[in-house]
């Protein structure tokens, strides 16, 4: 569970460019997030979810990173 940052471990061997989704479970988009290009390299990013025009109330939310238009990951999160 998080309570402010969602903090997510990168690892890629190309370059490429990340996007990292949080929706609810409706589908509905609440936050968009472009991550930088990288390559080669495992990186932690962190984006902070309230204070920043999201404020996402408590529950349960659906994190997907996706790259070159695919789906990598995708998990439940639970905001405290």
């Known amino acids: 569970p998080f309570d402010d940052f969602v903090t997510v471990k ?10 990292l989704n949080i929706s609810d479970f409706t589908g509905r988009l609440l936050h968009k997030e472009i991550l930088p290009y990288r390559q080669g390299e495992s990186y932690e990013y962190s984006i ?15 994190l997907t990173i996706t790259s070159n238009g695919q789906i990598v990951y995708t998990n ?4 405290k």
């Open 76 to 79: 439940k999160i639970v905001k």
């Open 10 to 19: 990168i690892q890629t061997q190309e370059y490429s460019s990340f996007s």
């Open 48 to 62: 902070r979810l309230t204070n920043n025009g999201i404020n996402l109330p408590s529950g349960m939310y659906l």
